[in-house]
């Protein structure tokens, strides 16, 4: 049992906070949040240099040669400035489905393009109806020759408007909300058949609303018959990554409530001398603190090669860290208070995300009674 | 990052756990399992199995009798005791005087006092808490003073835990009425059944008899039972209460209460079917699980970077051991006596033997559940109270 970092680990975790100490001030964040993709194409080429788009994939196909150690160390730095860029889709989220789910060709195509930042991928799995459950599949692809055609919508696609090729569940057999029949499939994003609205969302990223009309695919990711197992796996190697940016953004938000607590007068004296605002500090330094324990087992948990007790794990992260996220999110504002409320202060930005967070893929509620209809963690004796 | 146990340390919880399996009386294991406490001669029998095997204190080095394990193997071991469950070692003599001896204490006090701790031939009682020094121990009043090779003292001790089943007590007395209050205090070993010692029951809220008051009434205490030096016991009050750092999280023991729960709570009937097929019972359990699970890692966190520091300062983690551990244990009883339904409110009289009160109302499972839940609101209260660990991490930690 370690928890210390290898050199190269805190290599990583040193260069990409330099990097985005150096990139990604508060002003400088709005700056790319107002510009035409929402995010900085500068910066994600600087991620290509430091090796974090090839993150996840094999040193011999270019890539970093990372594990989820090493996804959790970007993804808190993500976190801690609350990045903008389509890190968590492309490599993660994208990463995942080429590492789990591509031919040997389509990953000799593709690896190197995401790793130089070239090629952008977004997830097109929500729709009106699924909520979060990720078997939720209306939109279908039918057989036609050697390939598919795709009908369907798909919402809240995030990073969808940037993206070059989309990552989308379609059903190919069964009914809407059965686990067999579920293919992924990879789209062209420009592509004939494909029609994009892009919008924001409140935690200052972008989405895309994807309305698939006779649109084909251009390959086809693990089993077209069965590619649920494949999506709950990319799923949680995602949460693990989220569980990582949470931790990274309450830390980041608990210092700042800390540091403003301990300037700000009133009555005259510092607010952080007031008892009742210590202990909901304190308060929150334990959410934090359970959170980071939690990003840690979802790290160990990323690789656990039973899905049964992967998922069981993951729903455990959700919960945990979700409630904490709302926690801190909430009270760093209400310490902060007025001055937080506003669009100009930096810890409201944060509460958002963290907000935003909870919700991907299944906010803490869902994945309590997913986990409690499993059996929970601990067996009866 | 290696957050898996080693396999000598998996083969190890395998020896503990087959020793467990083997050694403990089921008796002792039952009675556990019904919430029960043990029994004055089952911890006293236990104990000195786990002392002929070597383990009876997890955390004492080698020269002192300790096996001297790893914080890994301490940690497993505790967690395989609370699992099982069976007693852990006497934390009076294990875990606050034997080790401030060790600390502290001259060698003939080492040869004098520990083997007999380890073999719980004595079995010790804390005198710390005064009615008037409680979170605030510092402001404590009873008075020693030296007179020729004895201490007299004088004064009044409270919340002492077992001192019905005490042959000693080691506490915290006054020795310099005039220096800031924590630099007049000496730290003293009394035989209890020196004269001028009176104890007197406190019935707890559930019932029970597990604290007491200690009257001392020109009680001598001989000069040789001072540990360390006089009016610097302050050092070894901080020294014991820095020790109870992984103690309180007890995550094996809230395991423990959820398996027991689920059983509960399958036995028990709630609309027509198994409580435990009730939704919203079952999330209750599942949020409790979740906490535990976080809690569980974030002790591997303490002793993974306890393990390789060199400084003695806390880890932030070690405060939220306390807090969350006492919180989920909180949690574990309460759920525990809900589920037992109507069944959970038959009530007694203590029990002379082990201070418990229990009586004999069907079915079996139900017994005694509301009285560890209202027994068990003590532990966010003892051990420097949750308010005060907030305090701590306020002020250390936060540096507000």
Not at chain 1, 235 to 256: K, R, T
Request: hydrophobic share 40%; charged share 25%.
């Amino acid at each position: 049992m370690d928890f210390d970092l290898t050199e190269e680990q805190r290599l990583l975790q040193d260069s990409v906070a330099r990097l985005l100490g150096d990139k990604y001030g508060f002003e400088q964040r709005k700056g790319y949040m107002k510009s035409a993709d929402g995010w900085s194409r500068e910066v994600w080429s600087q991620y290509a240099e430091l090796g974090l788009l090839g993150l996840p994939f094999g040193e011999d196909e270019g890539g970093f040669g990372g594990g989820p150690v090493e996804t959790l160390i970007v993804a808190e730095q993500i976190g801690r400035y609350i990045t903008l860029e389509p890190w968590m889709s492309t490599v993660v989220i994208g990463g995942g489905f080429l590492r789990h789910g591509a031919s040997q060709e389509l990953r000799n195509e593709l690896v190197p393009q995401v790793a130089s930042g070239e090629m952008l991928l977004a997830f097109a799995q929500v729709e009106r109806q699924s909520r979060y459950d990720l078997f939720d599949v209306a939109t279908t692809a039918k057989r036609d020759g050697d390939g598919w055609v795709i009908n369907g919508r798909k919402g809240y696609v995030v990073h969808g408007d940037s993206a070059d090729r989309l990552i989308v569940t379609a059903r190919t057999a069964g009914d809407r909300r059965e686990r067999k029949g579920i293919g992924v499939f990879l789209v062209d994003a420009k592509g004939p058949g494909v029609e994009r609205r892009g919008y924001r969302t409140v935690d200052g990223q972008r989405a895309a609303e994807v309305e698939l009309s006779g649109a084909r695919a251009v390959a086809v990711l693990g089993n077209p018959e069965d590619g649920l197992p494949l999506v709950d796996q990319v799923v949680d190697e995602c949460i693990a990554a989220l569980a990582g940016e949470a931790v990274g953004a309450m830390q980041a938000v608990h210092d700042m409530t800390i540091d403003y607590m301990k300037t700000r007068q009133q009555f005259g004296r510092p607010i952080g001398s007031f008892q009742a605002l210590q202990h909901r500090a304190a308060d929150m330094l334990v959410a934090l603190e359970q959170s980071r324990s939690m990003s840690y087992f979802a790290a160990m948990s990323a690789a656990e090669r039973n899905p049964v007790e992967r998922r069981k794990a993951m729903a455990a992260v959700k919960v945990q860290i979700g409630r904490s996220a709302r926690f801190v999110g909430q009270q760093s504002v209400q310490l902060h208070g007025g001055i937080a409320m506003t669009i100009e202060y930096a810890a409201g930005h944060y509460f958002k995300r963290l907000t935003v967070n909870d919700a991907m893929f299944g906010d803490a509620d869902h994945y309590v009674r997913d986990l409690s209809e499993t059996g929970g963690l601990v067996a009866a004796a | 990052m290696d957050l898996r146990f080693t396999d000598e340390e998996i083969a190890f919880r395998q020896e503990v756990r087959d020793f467990i399996a083997r050694e403990l009386p089921a008796e002792t294991r039952e009675r556990m399992v019904a919430g029960r406490s043990p029994t004055k001669q089952q911890v006293v029998d236990w104990q000195r199995k786990l002392n002929a095997r070597g383990w009876a204190a997890p955390e004492w080095p080698k020269e002192a009798g300790g096996p001297g394990w790893t914080l890994a193997q301490r940690y497993i071991f505790r967690e395989e005791l609370q699992q099982a469950p069976a007693p852990s070692p006497l934390g009076f003599n294990i875990n606050m005087c034997g080790p401030v001896i060790i600390e502290f204490g001259t060698e003939e006090q080492k040869k004098k006092y520990l083997p007999r701790m380890l073999n719980l031939d004595d079995w010790w009682c804390q005198g710390f808490s005064e009615p008037g020094a409680g979170s605030d121990l510092a402001g404590l009043k009873t008075r020693a003073v030296r007179e020729g090779d004895h201490y007299v003292v004088n004064g009044q001790k409270t919340w002492t835990t077992l001192a019905q089943h005490a042959d000693w007590i080691f506490l915290l007395v006054r020795t310099d009425p005039t220096a800031k209050k924590q630099e007049g205090i000496s730290f003293l070993l009394c035989d209890m059944k020196t004269p001028g010692i009176t104890v007197r029951p406190i019935i707890t809220i559930e019932g029970g008899h597990e604290v007491n008051e200690v009257f001392f009434d020109d009680v001598k205490i001989p000069a040789e039972n001072l540990v360390g030096e006089e009016n610097h016991g302050w050092d070894c009050a901080k020294f014991l209460l820095g020790n109870e750092r992984f103690g309180q999280a007890r995550v094996g023991a809230s395991r423990e209460r959820i398996r027991r729960l689920k059983v509960i709570a399958q036995e028990s009937m709630d609309g027509g079917r198994p409580l435990m097929e009730d939704p919203d019972f079952r999330r209750k359990v599942t949020e409790i699980e979740v906490e535990l699970k976080a809690l569980e890692m974030t002790v591997m966190r303490v002793i993974a970077t306890e393990s390789k520091r060199k400084d003695k300062k806390p880890d932030p983690a070690t405060s939220v051991l306390k807090i969350k551990g006492t919180e989920i244990q909180q949690m574990c009883s309460e759920l525990l006596m809900k589920a037992a339904g109507p069944y959970a409110w038959a009530d007694g009289d203590p029990d002379e033997e082990d201070g418990s009160n229990e009586v004999d109302v069907a079915p079996d499972w139900a017994f005694g559940l509301a009285g560890v839940y209202f027994n068990w609101r003590k532990q966010s209260i003892y051990g420097g109270s949750n308010e005060i660990q907030r305090n701590i991490m306020a002020k250390a930690f936060l540096g507000l």
